[in-house]
């Protein structure tokens, strides 16, 4: 059952995150997964001309946390409780970075999530993210 659209979580996002809003956009949002890109600049670069690792790390993150929110609503206060990155190869360099986003396991109060990053055009992921949050009880 999916409790936001695609234009809700955009919308969300731009409300509650306008920081990083622009940054990421919505490929896809659907019942079992959730595409997100991150929209690669200079700013996510690193020397060598590599996408950053705490770039890769705030796209699965917010890939996880948009999929979560798609599913039970918008609730700002889910955290981030747990996380682990592990970079499987170097991204192509210039090209933006997508997250296919599946929940595992969706709790009262925890959601288990994982997401496969991929550099646009290679078909090998170039990072895998798994990663806990924590929902706050409804008031």
């Known amino acids: ?58 796209l699965a993150d917010v890939g996880i946390y948009l999929a979560i929110l798609a599913r039970i609503g918008p609730v700002a206060l889910a955290v981030t409780t747990n996380a682990c990155v592990d970079f499987l190869r170097k991204p192509t360099a210039g090209c933006d970075l997508l997250a296919e986003v599946r929940i595992l396991k969706l709790g009262r109060s925890l959601a288990v999530a994982d997401a496969l990053v991929f550099s646009e055009g290679l078909a090998e992921p170039v990072a895998r993210a798994s990663m806990t949050y924590a929902i706050p009880p409804a008031r």
């Open 1 to 58: 059952m999916q409790a936001m659209d695609r234009a809700a979580l955009e919308a969300f996002l731009d409300l509650e995150f306008p920081q990083v809003a622009g940054e990421f956009a919505l490929e896809e949002v659907g019942p079992e997964r959730l595409l997100v890109r991150l929209r690669v600049g200079e700013r996510h670069l690193r020397p060598g001309g590599t996408v950053s690792g705490p770039s890769i790390f705030a």
